[in-house]
């Protein structure tokens, strides 16, 4: 079995503090844990030149950490293991209420448009605004709730590694640490793991760019 | 072991050895198994496409000055990578050879690896980039890659990324590079948004560092964000973002890179679609040139100023169509406060055609600048020429000729054009390959005539299009191009050639056609052709006159030394003066030395020149070696008041392009000076400037070729037609009042009359016109006291010293 890893060490220290009453290291869980989400923000919203993306990463970014501190304030948790969890679930709540509340077809999407005709109208008056794109992005996000979705419904044991190794970012050999297995075992549950997320999805992956 | 399970296991050992990077096949993997491969197979493909899902390394840095410690090479996704990957080099490993130490990776792609090393010996950081694809590249396409990679780590600028060594590994090609702390643009776009004015500014910067490197003719052809460096990142709590010192890095050698992978990958588009210029991405490689980074530096303003680049579809051919067909979303769109200037800069560079994009990457740096000091745009350029390139060679007849026509109509208004068909001007600019950028301002001056003419009308109600031949850089093909546009495009006359050696290859075309060329530049004369029109200057009239009567009369210089290039114009320039000097009372030559061209060794022939004393240097050296030449005279002491230097071959353009400190004080000899007065002149400069931008010169090629244009439409007009046999007929006799004053042709010889104009080099690299003829000068194409014949037989004696070419074998 390898090692706790030095990150791993490093959350542990943070949870310990932050049991021990130490405020200060709650923020420091929820930047760490957060790294991650930038990237796959930026790799969901990597086609959507329409919006600003600056802001729409760093909204996100902004609301799942207030999501995870919120968290953090009512529940302190136990373990390195434990926190990881709970970071990840907060994550992926985040990443589907960015579709939902955003850009989904039920939600903002539609307001998203009409405000660009507005904004279009103020400023040029002819054309409209591209339909295409404000069409496509919409179903593409679609596929990416899906997904998150699907990652909800894995076995546990499954989950937890795909959690830990996509959502966290931590390599294999950490990961098998911390949940005290091999490393055989946790390429085993995570190549499950992608493959149950293939047959949720019936195929329908998230557009690849 | 259930079948569940074996497949568990042959896919894990599929996943085992796809991230050592050598992926076994599913035929491999059920070698003993043959009934599983249906499902292996089919696992494989989905693991495949998930891998790809949840790869994330693109949104990781993977630029070359990335910073190490944000990658973590080994997390699953990452192991991902695709199939063949250079050896992993474990860190704290020296590459023994070449005395770097690795201290870790900073990012890898489709081109190679790229370390973080220290340069032992040196003792600095680098970036070190070992290149993928030179496995299995061939001996001769490594060599070329070594050489043009040698050309461009001698690019020295600021905002460009310094290539410090190159070497192999192993076989595998790699260059160290300056190590920049604060990574890419890529990254940064990420968490920083510029203001319009930061984003003008950056790209300028950008801008201006990408035509220096055009000017050493290096074109880089893969301008995108990864490919931008940066030393700092200031961002403010309050204010604007700032971006420091962005540096471009791997300047022209992706392309090289593509290059050699070509051989192994063939049939591949390579790059990056998103950021592929239109002619790139439908693979018109022969088009792809300076235009082509305008485009690059076009994609980069879009997205610094919207987030994203204009084109990007699901599939990388999807994004490729959209490169070559769609129009760009406007940014002010996206961005609803994107001026609308810079929008209108950004759709410039945009511009499908690169001819219809601005003409150089200083033309946008100066309309950036202009935008951020408030100024008014340059405008819109004129209409271009239509290209034709070998490779499109069949197909440009068509759908091109159509929107192109449909484009002047737009522009000038149907009714200016009443009779149909346009009349066609072929234009004839060789430039001697793909790193060099040549004919360009002659060429963009001769288009500039012909947008006046089709501005006022046309000739003879009919449209004026300008044909280009594109880089006809192997100079066999020049006469069959020459052809092509005499016989398949239907010009009614050719203008231009270049050197002497490409045209003597056209005179050829059009004596066996009929045909008429007007030959602009100036040349060494000894040539006769009843249908060419001959408009540079020639020996008698710009040598003699500068050496008996400014030289001798006036300066009372007697003694003279002969310095020239290894070519034909200059070997035979020499060879006419050589006959010339003894016929002046009291004048000699006292030395006569040629050089190779890019000779690095000229101090021998500076000690030559010295112990011969002559009193004045004639020079017929080509381009920046006589720089070299002259900064070795004046570390000799040999200086302008001590022995006078008269140049034929240097141009008003180069000399100012160029370090000019060690010319001043000395002299040019030219018929047209860009400070010439006059009301002609002046309106050709400002309209040239008005198109061109400030920075552009005119001298005496821009100028000759400017009213070889204007002097074939008077011949038109006066023909009534464009009948190339009518227009030759009457062209004689018309009388052309051009910039540098009346240009009129001798009949007799079918040479221009031109004046002689002595010029001094000023410290601001500015010409003060010293002497003038007073009147224009008649050629005399075989001046004595040699007869034709005997010129004939010394021009055949070269030819065949030369094996058989116009251009000489030797470095020349």
Known sequence: ?209 | MTDDARVEELLLAWEESRALGEPLSPQELCRDCPKLLETVQRRVRDLRAISSVLDLAAFREESTGGDASTLTPDTPAGANRDVSRPPRLPAGDVLSLSGYKILGELGRGGMGVVYKAWQLGLERLVALKVILAGKHAAPSELKRFYAEARLIARLRHPNIVQIFDLGDHEGRPYYAMEFLEAGSLDQALYQHRLSPRRSAELIETLARAVHYAHQQGIIHRDLKPGNILLTAIRAPAEGEVELRTPKIGDFGLALQVDMIDRVTRPGTVLGTPAYMAPEQAARKDRQVGPATDVYGLGVLLYQVLTGAPPFQADTDWETLQAVVNQQPPLPSRIRTDCPPALEEICLRCLRKSPSERYTSADALAADLHRFQVGEPLSPPPILPPRRISRRTWLATTGAAALSLTAGAYFLFGRHLFPKGTPIRIGFVHAGPGPLVISGDAVLDSERLAVWELNKSGGLLGREIEAVTLEDPDQQLLVTEQAERLIIDEKVSVLIGGSTSATRKQVKEVVEKHDHLLLYPMEFEGLEESGNIVYLGAIPNQLMFPAIKTWLLERQEKKRFFVVGSNSLLPRACAEIIKGFIPTLPGAEIVGEEFLPKGSPRVAPIVNKIRDAKPEALLNLIHGDDSLTLMKEMRAADLTPDRLPTVSFFFTEQEMRSLTRAEMTGDYLVSSYFESLTGQANADYIKLLQDQFGPQRLAFDDTETGYSAVHLWAHAVRAARTDDPREVRRVIGQQNYAGPGGPIMIDPATGYAHKFCRVGKIKADGSIEIEWSSDKPITAVPFPGPRRQQDWNEWLHAVYHEWGDHWTNPAKN
């Open chain 1, 1 to 209: 079995m390898a090692e706790i890893s030095s990150k791993s060490l490093l959350l542990q220290t943070w949870i310990d503090r932050l049991r021990a009453g130490d405020d200060s290291a709650r923020a420091e869980l929820v930047n760490s844990a957060c790294e991650r989400l930038r990237l796959i923000t930026r790799k969901m919203l990597r086609r959507y030149p329409r919006v600003k993306r600056w802001e729409q990463t760093d909204d996100v970014f902004q609301n799942a950490s207030l999501r995870l501190y919120r968290t953090l304030e009512q529940v302190a948790p136990e373990s390195v293991r434990d926190f990881l969890r709970l970071a990840s679930l907060n994550i992926r709540r985040e990443l589907l209420d960015l579709v939902k509340h955003h850009y989904g077809p039920q939600g903002q999407g539609a307001n998203y448009a009409t405000k660009a005709e507005q904004a279009n109208s103020d400023t040029r008056s002819g054309e409209g605004p591209e339909a295409a794109a404000l069409t496509h992005e919409p179903f593409r996000l679609t596929a990416w709730t899906e997904f998150h979705h699907a990652v909800e419904t894995l076995p546990d044991e499954e989950r937890e590694v795909f959690d830990l190794l996509w959502y966290q970012g931590l390599p294999q050999a950490e990961a098998a640490a911390l949940l005290g297995v091999s490393d055989r075992t946790v390429k085993r549950r995570w190549q499950a793991a992608r493959l149950h997320l293939v047959d949720a999805l019936h195929g329908q992956l998230p557009p690849e760019d």
